[in-house]
């Protein structure tokens, strides 16, 4: 059995390092996920098209399972996973700063542009929003320290006070002090 499966130009397989054949241990719930799959590909139905993917994901789960299982979860070194990483990383060491996609894009020779396309495609998300969720994760653990303010708790993720307190309530469903309430229940 073989799987290409591209996420803009990364071959997410090869970024695995996954093999592009594996053996079947269970060749009738394979065998029937595949006829799964027909079956909906030839209804005509509004909802097929959404159904398609549950079969499909299915497969290619139990692929990945398959393979990993075999030889472990091995990431290769490629240009595009080089370059997002190195992205990543720099945001990770200056989440109490202020950055912008140009600057971003910049630290890979990127056009903004494309650099926000890219980044979306490898992540899911736009940088913008990758890094406000960083920083709000990274808010998380001093939130839960009584002994530091949320202001100081904002200017540690590099956010103004209000800014922060309404990403935070957007991003958790509590305002950061309805979560250090929360936590300290605990």
Known sequence: MSFYRGRGEVNLFQMLDLPHCIDVRDEAWMENR???LIEQYKNPSLT??????????E?????MEEALADQGLKLMPTTETGKINTVLQYVEEHLQEQMTVDELARLVHFHPNYFMQY????LGLSPIAYINRKRMDKAK??????????????????LEL???SR?????????????????ALL
């Open 119 to 122: 980044f979306k495609t490898m």
């Open 59 to 63: 497969i290619v789960s139990a692929y």
């Open 162 to 164: 209000y800014y922060f």
């Open 48 to 57: 097929a098209p959404l159904r398609i993917k549950a079969p499909l994901l």
């Open 34 to 36: 595949f006829q799964a």
């Open 167 to 183: 990403l935070f309530k957007k991003q958790t469903g509590l305002s950061p002090s309805e979560y250090r309430k929360s936590t």
């Open 141 to 158: 653990e001093p939130l839960q320290d009584a002994g530091m303010s949320v202001t100081d708790v904002a200017e540690q993720v590099g």
